[in-house]
């Protein structure tokens, strides 16, 4: 069954590093995007691509931010510059056709 | 601006007894409501959606409906059993834009 793979599983780094998380989504799929999820609190939206570019963007995701697709395959977030509130699981998903979202393993990501 | 609600935060039934989840969303413009498990630390299993032109999905022994004009969906699980134990999240998306807006979850225990 396909999947969307998230790489790396789990993420430290020092505050104030570049990081960035990759992500595999389903082959056939359109639509991308990154979520992601604070330790005990709701899962947040964080930005969707979709033909190359950023379609909608969250509040969230200001200019440390960055989203690119380099190849057919690769999605990736980079945070430029981490600080401690950075810390969280993010969820990479994708949607095809018939519009139900598949969601990563998740990176977790732990600014130290 | 989509509000999702997930009440009860917690809950614990006994194995083999059926349960409904519940699921409240403030605007009646709803399009697809998606369900998913979460396992502590892991990623989002998509259990079932619920397009526009639907009311309920099934999947054994889930089933899942939505009232738009209420603004409620249920998850109902038949013959809990330990292996149900995780936390269900429901999330919801506007006509022309599947991003997901996500409730804060139902964390269920199934005691043996």
């Known amino acids: 069954e396909p999947e969307v793979t998230q790489t790396p599983s789990h993420q430290v780094t020092q505050m104030g590093q570049e990081v960035i998380l990759r992500c595999v989504p389903i082959?056939?799929?359109?639509?991308f995007y990154w979520y992601r999820q604070i330790l005990g609190q709701k899962v947040e939206f964080l930005v969707s691509?979709?033909?190359?570019?950023?379609?909608?963007k969250s509040e969230i995701f200001d200019d440390q931010f960055s989203v690119e697709r380099p190849d057919g395959s690769n999605f990736t977030l980079k945070i430029r510059s981490t600080k401690l509130e950075d810390s969280a699981m993010y969820f990479c998903?994708?949607?095809?056709?018939?519009?139900?979202?598949?969601f990563g393993q998740g990176t977790r990501l732990t600014v130290v | 601006k989509q509000e999702v609600t997930q009440i009860p935060a917690a809950l614990s039934v006994p194995e083999g007894e059926n349960l409904v989840l519940n699921c409240s969303f403030t605007d009646s413009a709803i399009y697809n409501l998606q369900w998913f498990r979460q396992d502590p630390g892991k990623g989002l299993t998509s259990l079932l959606l619920?397009?526009?032109?639907?009311r309920e999905q099934t999947s054994g022994r889930l089933n899942a409906s939505l009232d738009k004009s209420s603004g409620r969906s249920t998850l109902y699980i038949a013959a809990s059993q330990p292996g149900d134990s995780a936390t269900y999240l429901c999330a919801g998306s506007n006509f022309g834009n599947e991003k997901l807006t996500f409730g804060t979850g139902t964390r269920l225990t199934i005691i043996p």
């Open positions: 082959s056939n799929h359109l639509y």
């Open positions: 998903a994708s949607i095809g056709g018939n519009t139900e979202a598949f």
């Open positions: 691509f979709y033909n190359n570019e950023i379609s909608e």
């Open positions: 619920i397009q526009s032109s639907q």
